[in-house]
């Protein structure tokens, strides 16, 4: 292969987000591993970090980047603006949720520590709302550079930190920093006919995804805590090792997902990152399934001991988990708002009812899992009739305060 086709090639995977998710997972991991074999004092704080990333991650998706791919915002917005004010609007909120989680789940953890754990989260902020609007200002090219160079300068930093013994919990600072500065300095200037919005009609075009992406939130917090309660801990360990076995399947569904918000209305039916996540999941579900004891035991010794028929159903329970995932995303960006908040509510209706009969009824691995893949066959059920019964985005028209024209709402 000649040079320039290799550049060619890497040129393109650049622009896709399959890039993006693998990096930001690479860093998230090498960041955990670092510190359980040189900061072992910061390893708690480093872990309930990693957890707490998923809330820049989310918010900005739901905020700026939902409501862009489904043609909501205004023409004459000035995005990297708009952008800013989402992301300092939410930092108050996040920071509230991090110490406050901190303060919880690590009891024995001083101010500053918790202070300076969560400062990495906030700094995110607004490199992922820049993100989403830099798809639409600019180009996708430079719009990955931002999660890309943020994850890569997380990885050497993180190195860094460890070699001259500071903590690693904040060693994505300098890299967020430089990353952000030079977003904002590469913006392109504001046009005549653009305006600024008011923070109100800022955070309203994503309210509706906002408030669904919360509740998923919830759910997602929610299903460990419930199978630990009702089967046990050794369930909690059992469903953590499937989800580390299935962690290629998710960076790339993530992948896929994310391109189609990037896409928008331009979105196919059908990428090579959707295949690439079938022919992952379809991997490692054989891999589980017909790898035996032995290959799960590599995992967790609770794995090892569950049938394979349990394994087996969790395995189809990550399928449906997949078409559900993509049904609703592509439900979201052709939907009237509205329309879509009451479909993610009643599909997480759905999931919640599911774990209250598991409450009821589950006393082991299998019945768990089993309820989740009858629950997760229901929700496919739902969007489904949702997208057949009509309710396109472009149907209703609204004007959205201060936005300066009509939007869709």
């Keep these: 292969m000649s040079v320039r086709r290799l550049a060619a090639r890497m040129s393109a995977l650049q622009r896709t987000q399959l890039s993006v998710q693998a990096l930001t997972r690479l860093a998230s991991v090498s960041v955990f591993l670092l510190a359980s074999w040189r900061d072992t004092a910061h390893l708690p704080l480093v872990a309930l970090q990693g957890a707490l990333f998923a809330l820049p991650f989310a918010l900005m998706e739901a905020l700026v980047g939902r409501p862009l791919a489904a043609g909501l915002v205004p023409g004459n917005w000035d995005l990297g603006r708009w952008a800013r004010s989402v992301a300092t609007a939410c930092v108050l909120p996040v920071g509230v949720v991090g110490y406050l989680s901190a303060t919880v789940a690590l009891p024995q953890t001083g101010v500053a520590d918790r202070l300076l754990m969560i400062t ?51 060693a994505a600072v300098p890299t967020q920093v430089g990353v952000l500065a030079w977003a904002v300095l590469r913006l392109p200037p504001a046009r005549r006919d653009q305006v600024s ?28 805590s419930v199978a630990g309660a009702v089967a046990g801990q050794a369930t909690v360990v059992v469903l953590r090792a499937m989800d580390l076995a299935f962690g290629p399947f998710h960076v790339l569904l993530s992948a896929s997902t994310r391109e189609d918000v990037v896409a928008g209305r331009r979105s196919p039916r059908w990428t090579a990152v959707r295949g690439l996540t079938v022919a992952a999941l379809l991997a490692v579900s054989a891999a589980m399934v017909l790898g035996g004891a032995r290959v799960r035991g590599l995992l967790a010794a609770d794995l090892a001991a569950v049938g394979v028929t349990v394994v087996a159903l969790y395995c189809a329970y990550k399928a449906l988990l997949m ?28 999931a919640f009812a599911v774990l209250a009969v598991v409450v009821v009824q589950a006393s082991r691995p299998g019945d768990l899992v089993l309820l989740l893949v009858v629950g997760e066959v229901l929700v496919v059920v739902w969007f489904l009739a949702r997208m057949r019964s009509g309710g396109r985005a472009d149907d209703t028209v609204a004007v959205v305060p201060g936005g300066g024209e009509a939007v869709r709402l």
Aim: glycine residues 8%; positive net charge.
């Design 120 to 170: 990495p989260v906030l700094l995110q902020l607004p490199i992922e709302a820049l993100f989403w609007a830099t798809t639409r200002s600019g180009s996708l090219r430079r719009a990955n550079l931002l999660p890309q160079l943020t994850a890569v300068g997380t990885v050497i930093g993180a190195v860094a930190f460890v070699a001259v013994g500071l903590r690693v919990d904040v």
């Design 197 to 224: 919005p008011g923070l109100r009609p800022g955070l309203s075009v994503g309210s509706v995804y906002c408030f669904a992406t919360v509740i998923d939130l919830s759910y997602s917090i929610a299903l460990p």
């Design 323 to 350: 078409v559900s995932t993509w049904l609703s995303i592509r439900h979201m960006i052709r939907a009237v708002p509205r329309r879509y908040l009451v479909s993610a509510v009643g599909s997480r209706v759905v």
